[in-house]
């Protein structure tokens, strides 16, 4: 008899080979105890996206192939949802305050006398009821903070990446032949290739630091910057177009591929 179990890993699987149910209370004494087979299917390597490279100039130059180890196609929208949820709420500061009505300055005087005056009765000014007092199970300092597996984190940016094959455009020494800090060359370079960062977003991921290239699209809207070694998933899956150097190409594959 088989039985299938939900499970977070999605192909998790549960076999039983004896009896479940029926079993009177003296029965269940002589029964021997169950083995169960568990099989975990979790990560596979995905077939290789075939992606244009292109010179600086826009010409073309050959072809290259993205192929990473990504998450199980069942369970990998709801991985890359949990690394999303975990960065956005690893931003919040957690530092809202607010007073409760026994850390609001004053109110050690009633405020008027009991009766005669028409007004309801009131014992403090600090009150959560009145204007200007406490404030009842308002938020204090606390850390938001949330954590994630290692190996999930990097199937989780892999599959991001994988996913973006498509909107992917490879480019030879993007950095290299930038030799000036100017927007306006940086506009141009990038729509040669194919991108427009001046409307859509863009993505651009060098293999290794450029200070120019930093500089002249620090001011672009729609322009992210990344490394290689530090790809941002909302980057990622926010971005029209990836441009990607074919050096950080080789070190996401060498990374993310399938001995990750």
């Known amino acids: 008899m088989q039985q299938l179990l939900c499970s977070s890993f999605t192909g998790l699987a549960v076999r039983s080979d ?27 390597v995905a077939e290789p996206a075939t992606l244009d490279v292109k010179s600086v100039d826009g010409k073309s130059a050959g072809s290259a192939a993205l192929s990473l180890r990504v998450a199980d196609p069942d369970s990998s929208k709801g991985l890359v949802h949990r690394y999303v949820v975990m960065i956005r709420q690893n ?12 850390e609001v300055r004053g109110g050690g005087a009633k405020p008027y006398k009991q009766k005669g005056t028409g007004n309801a ?9 009145r204007p200007g007092g406490g404030i009842s199970f308002g938020p204090k300092p606390r850390d938001w903070s949330i954590t994630m597996n290692k190996k999930e984190k990097r199937l989780a940016l892999a599959t991001a990446i994988q996913s973006a094959a498509e909107d992917m455009i490879v480019v030879e020494d993007f950095a290299a032949d930038f030799a000036e800090i100017k927007t306006k060359s940086l506009v141009s370079k990038l729509e040669a290739v194919g991108a427009n960062p001046t409307e859509e977003k863009t993505l651009l991921i060098l293999n290794e630091p450029s200070e120019n290239v930093y500089l002249s699209g620090r001011n672009m809207e729609f322009l992210a910057i990344n490394l290689s070694n530090a790809v941002q998933v909302y980057d ?10 074919k050096s950080a190409l080789e070190y996401i594959n060498e990374y993310y591929g399938e001995s990750a």
């Open 18 to 44: 004896g009896p479940s149910v029926g079993l009177r209370q003296s029965q269940k004494k002589n029964v021997a105890p169950i083995r169960r087979a568990v099989s975990v299917k979790a990560s596979i």
């Open 91 to 102: 931003m919040r500061q957690g530092n809202a305050s607010t007073l409760t009505r026994g």
């Open 121 to 129: 009765r009131i014992g403090t000014k600090r009150t959560p009821l």
């Open 236 to 245: 990622v899956l926010g971005a029209s177009k990836v441009v990607v150097e």
